[in-house]
């Protein structure tokens, strides 16, 4: 069973508040700020893939501009990567606050992937 993308976001906004409000509780503001801003990024950047999927799905079943839409993805990571270089070279954001947030990501992945299974499981053969 595969989780849908919006379970996955719902669940990172969840651990990502959870995760902010520990570091501002226990570390610092700024710690609490650079989670929120790295799970903001994966978040949007969940986001954008899998708008820039459906359009390269959508291009392809009609054969026409698969090229091009193809290219969106490795320019969209060069975006992506040129952005958080530009936020850690200009803003001195907490590198250990921004990795917690980023994280929150793959722990939503992985507890809806458990999700999905155990629902699975459950249903009615």
């Known amino acids: 069973a595969i989780p849908s993308l919006g379970q996955i976001q719902r669940m990172n906004a969840i651990l990502l508040a959870a995760a902010g409000l520990l570091l501002l509780l226990t570390v ?3 710690a609490s700020l650079s989670c929120l801003l790295g799970g903001g990024f994966v978040i949007a950047n969940l986001f954008v893939l899998g ?9 392809a079943a ?5 090229g091009l839409a193809a ?7 060069l975006l992506v990567g040129g952005l958080i270089y530009l936020v850690f070279a200009t803003v001195g954001i907490d590198a250990l606050g921004f990795g917690v947030g ?3 990501q ?4 992985m507890i809806e992937t458990w999700r999905a299974s ?8």
């Open 28 to 30: 610092s503001p700024s």
């Open 51 to 59: 708008w820039l999927s459906r359009i390269i799905l959508a291009s």
């Open 62 to 66: 009609g054969g026409a501009g698969g």
């Open 71 to 77: 290219i969106a993805l490795p320019l969209k990571l």
């Open 102 to 104: 980023v994280g929150t």
């Open 106 to 109: 793959l722990l939503a992945i």
């Open 118 to 125: 155990v629902r699975r499981r459950h249903l009615p053969a």
